[in-house]
């Protein structure tokens, strides 16, 4: 299932694109999915904070009441399955336990521990919540387009959602008020040929100084 070894990270990056059916008849084993999220984790985040969750919806009767939260939308039914990508705003809460695990794994001593610890601790809870959506939202992007990158790698195909009623996913899957939904993502083998886009030149979006 997996590509050749000697794709390039350009290839798959030009060939990934937004499926909107997929196989049904396809079903992507849990444990590669656990191992696409594994990889998609090494994503960067802010403070190394970390502050994403996903929720990862495979059993088809929850994706058809989740179809009907995401705005109808095909992809989410035919799927092998939906991950949900969350932003946690109370990520400076796992600080100590972050960068306890970087003096455990040796890549930083225990003084430095201590004054990543405090001055995280000094910053992120006096920021106001919408500032730590913020900051959730952006690296819960990074993480997301990683994780979409890592399925196309493997040879999947994915789609990203962020027009569903957020309110309703909330209430539905009682997520707890420190995560706030941020996208989700349909993944699984393309049914169909995925539309295929154009992107702006260059010079259009990109100014050397």
Known sequence: MNVP???S????IKERHSVRKFDTTYKIPTEEIKNILNEAIQAPSSSNLQPWRF?????QE???ELRQIANNQECVETSSA???VL????MY???DKIYGMNVEAGFMDEGTRARIVENTMNTY????KEARESIASFDAGLVSMQLMLIAKSKGYDTVTMGGYNKQQFIERFDVPERYVPIVLIALGKAAVPSFQTTRLALDEVAKFM
Not at 55 to 59: F, L, P
Not at 87 to 90: A, F, Q, R, S, V
Not at 125 to 128: E, K
């Open 5 to 7: 070894a000697d794709q």
């Open 9 to 12: 990270l350009s290839t798959i």
């Open 55 to 59: 929720m990862v919806i495979e059993d």
């Open 62 to 64: 929850i994706k058809k």
């Open 82 to 84: 939906v991950i949900a």
């Open 87 to 90: 932003g946690d705003t109370e």
């Open 93 to 95: 809460k796992n600080a």
């Open 125 to 128: 809870p006096h920021a106001s």
